[in-house]
């Protein structure tokens, strides 16, 4: 989700924060700052401070800080755009949906997460096949499980400037999107692309969701 900052700022300013986390905590006031206890971690004298005036809190004990989004998002175990959601809801405002070139976008990401899925079964392939037998008992030597290498998804890339290349174009995998992933090379002199890696073991690197985004 693209939200623009102006967005987010103008929805900020809709709440008065210490009226939110007064929901929450028992706040007193101090000037311009109100005080309380921390509701993110344990204390027995307040060292909370909630400011409206810049829409933001701070806790002196632990570090804690943010906006009414943060708040909302550390106090209620929402994502970022769930709480969007609660709090422009919460004042009737509507979230702006995605542009279409936003949903187009997002499509392609979708798209570079397959091949990245099919470029890592691949990989794993030619681990346990003929050509990645040095790699694998090199590994197995070195005191790795079958299960390791299935739960890290490791694989190998072999020693071919053009194996990855043709096992993805006989899945329908287009050679750009092989590129804009980074898995081939296109040589800025022109001349035909190449397999990025070879003859190495691959260690896929995931994002939080698992999906696999990049390898070491
Ligand atoms: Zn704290």
Redesign the pocket.
């Known amino acids: 989700m693209t939200l623009s900052p102006q967005f987010l700022d103008d929805l900020k300013h809709r709440f008065t924060l210490s009226d939110v986390i007064g929901r929450q905590v028992k706040l007193v006031r101090r000037g311009r700052e109100a005080t309380g206890l921390?509701p993110?971690?344990s204390?027995k004298s307040p060292?909370?401070t909630v400011n409206d005036q810049k829409g933001f809190y701070h806790?002196f004990?632990?570090?804690?800080h943010g906006s009414v989004i943060d708040f909302v998002m550390n106090t209620q175990g929402t994502t970022f755009p769930e709480t969007v959601e609660i709090l422009a809801g919460e004042v009737g405002v509507d979230v702006p949906k995605p542009s279409r070139q936003q949903v187009e976008r997002e499509k392609q990401r979708a798209s570079a997460g397959e091949v990245m899925e099919a470029v890592t079964s691949w990989y794993q392939a030619q681990l346990v096949g003929q050509g990645g037998a040095s790699a694998l008992s090199y590994i197995t030597d070195r005191g790795l499980t079958k299960a390791t290498l299935e739960k890290f998804q490791l694989g190998f890339a072999p020693a071919s400037r053009t194996a990855l290349k043709e096992a993805m174009q006989a899945r329908g995998i287009h050679e750009d999107q092989l590129i804009e992933t980074g898995m081939l090379i296109k040589p800025e002199t022109g001349g035909a692309s190449y397999d990025r890696f070879r003859d190495r073991l691959m260690f896929p690197i995931t994002d939080r969701q698992g999906r696999v985004i990049a390898f070491g």
């Open positions: 921390c993110f971690h204390e060292s909370f806790c004990g632990c570090g804690a």
